[in-house]
């Protein structure tokens, strides 16, 4: 099992930017890779990035990318999202999440998961 605990959420104006950070704790060698997903209300949860905890190869979903960059400090089993130009529409809760199966790819489905954090809360004013 690995536990995840996220922190860094809060209230930010449109254009400002945030860092989010989730510490892995327990059985942190079995992680493939570390995702972050974000679901606001009334809408499906949604990819936002993840990594390949080994090598650090990232992937970003469409809605994020040239404005959110994920990177991990294997060290401290901290990964972060340092999201930046940030939009209303990037208001959510934002889970980190730990894929222990390994994969020819960083995956982007909830289901490819298996821990995930307790969520933090992103608003972004216009």
């Known amino acids: 099992q690995v536990q995840l605990v996220e922190s860094g959420g809060g209230l930010v104006q449109a254009g400002g930017s945030l860092r989010l950070s989730c510490a892995a704790s327990g059985r942190t060698f079995s992680i493939f890779a570390m995702g972050w997903f974000r679901q606001a209300p009334g809408k499906e949860r949604e990819f936002v990035g993840g990594?390949?905890?080994?090598?650090?190869?990232?992937r970003y979903g469409g809605s994020v990318k040239g404005r959110f960059t994920i990177s991990r400090d294997n060290a401290k089993n901290t990964v972060y999202l340092q999201m930046t130009s940030l939009k209303p529409e990037d208001t959510a809760v934002y889970y980190c999440?730990?894929?222990?199966?390994?994969?020819?790819?960083?995956?982007?489905?909830?289901?490819?998961?298996?821990?995930w954090g307790q969520g933090t809360q992103v608003t972004v004013s216009s």
């Open positions: 990594t390949r905890w080994s090598v650090g190869s990232t």
């Open positions: 999440a730990a894929a222990t199966t390994p994969r020819v790819r960083i995956g982007v489905y909830s289901e490819e998961y298996d821990s």
